[in-house]
C-alpha cells in the first residue's frame, strides 16, 4: 500500500486540482441554475435608478444645482457619478455574501467537513469559489456598462480607459481579501449576517457611492480613509469621466498598490488562524 500522503507533503499538482474541481462546482452549479445570472442583469440598473432620480431632483429642472456639484465632484454628469459608486459597491456587497457565505453553505449542505478532510491546502477550497465569483463580477461589471450606455447615455469609457483598467486589476485583490476574511469569520462564528450588514453598510456611508467626499464631516472623511473602496471609486471616476492622467492619480494608485498587497495577506492570515482553531477545538462541525 502506498504511503498516506500528510498536509506536508501536498503536492502543487493535487492543490491545483482541488482549486480546479471546486471551481468546476461553482460553475456547474450557475449552468443549473440559470435564473441567478439574471440578477447580474437587472440589479445594476434597477438599483442605480433610486441615486440618479434623487440627484436629477436635486439638479434642478434645468441643472441650476449642477455647478455646485461639479465643484465638489469634479464633473457635471452626475448620472455617471451615481453608477459607479453604486456598481463598486454592488461588487463589495455581492462578492461579501457570496464568498463569505461559501462555507456556510458548504456546512447546510452537509458537505463541509469531507471536504475539509482532503489533504490540500483548506484556501485552495476557497480560491476555487473565488475564480467563479471574479468571473461573474466581469460578467457584472460588463453588463453594467452595457446597460449605462443603453439606458442613461453614460460613456465610461470617455476619459481614460487604459488607468481605468489599471485601477480596476488593483482593486480587485482588495474585495477579494475581505471576501476571505469573512469566510474566516464564517469558521469561527459559524455565521456572518450582521457583519455582513454592517461592514456593507459602513461602505455605502463612508465610501461616497452617491456623493462627494467633500461633503463628510472632517472625521467620516479619516475613517473613509482607510476604507479601499473609498479609493477605488473616487479613481473610476476620475479615470472614466475626467481627462485626467497617470501622474495625477499616482497618489490613488499607490494607496491601492498598498490595499491590494494587505487586504489578502490579512485575509489569508485570518483563514489560517480560523483555521487551526477549528481543527484545534473540533468546531468545524458545529452547526
Known amino acids: 500500500m502506498g504511503e498516506v500522503q500528510t498536509l506536508g507533503q501536498v503536492s502543487l499538482w493535487s492543490t491545483i486540482r482541488a482549486f480546479l474541481a471546486v471551481a468546476n462546482m461553482e460553475r456547474m452549479r450557475l449552468v443549473r441554475y440559470r435564473n ?10 434597477l438599483f442605480s435608478f433610486g441615486y ?4 436629477k431632483a436635486l439638479s434642478g429642472p434645468d441643472g441650476a444645482a449642477l455647478d455646485a ?15 459607479i459608486g453604486s456598481t463598486l459597491w454592488m461588487w463589495m456587497n455581492i462578492t461579501l455574501w457570496d464568498v463569505g457565505f461559501f462555507l456556510r453553505q458548504e456546512q447546510l449542505r452537509g458537505t463541509l467537513e469531507s471536504n475539509w478532510l482532503c489533504p490540500v491546502p483548506r484556501i485552495a477550497i476557497v480560491a476555487g469559489v473565488i475564480l467563479i465569483k471574479a468571473v461573474m463580477a466581469l460578467f457584472l461589471l460588463t453588463v453594467s456598462a ?14 481614460n480607459p487604459l488607468l481605468l483598467l489599471l485601477i480596476m486589476v488593483l482593486t480587485v485583490p482588495s474585495v477579494y481579501g475581505l471576501g476571505i476574511a469573512f469566510a474566516s469569520l464564517v469558521i469561527q462564528f459559524k455565521e456572518a449576517n450582521a457583519m455582513v450588514f454592517l461592514v456593507r453598510g459602513i461602505f455605502m456611508i463612508f465610501c461616497g457611492i452617491s456623493y462627494p467626499m467633500a461633503v463628510l464631516p472632517g472625521w467620516m472623511q479619516r475613517v473613509a480613509a482607510f476604507l479601499p473602496l473609498t479609493y477605488a471609486i473616487e479613481g473610476v471616476r476620475r479615470a472614466a469621466l475626467t481627462q485626467v492622467t497617470f ?7 499607490c494607496v491601492l498598490a498598498i490595499f491590494a498587497v494587505l487586504l489578502p495577506t490579512l485575509g489569508y492570515g485570518s483563514f489560517q488562524l480560523a483555521e487551526r482553531h477549528a481543527r484545534r477545538t473540533g468546531s468545524l462541525g458545529h452547526y
Not at 52 to 55: E, L, R
Not at 248 to 253: N, V
Open 247 to 253: 501622474v495625477d492619480m499616482l497618489p490613488t494608485l
Open 146 to 159: 452595457v446597460e449605462y450606455r443603453v439606458f442613461f447615455g453614460v460613456r465610461l469609457f470617455q476619459g
Open 36 to 45: 441567478w445570472v439574471a440578477g447580474y442583469v437587472i440589479w445594476p440598473v
Open 52 to 55: 440618479i432620480f434623487v440627484a
Open 69 to 83: 456639484f461639479a465643484a465638489f465632484a469634479g464633473t457635471t454628469d452626475y448620472v455617471g457619478y451615481m453608477v
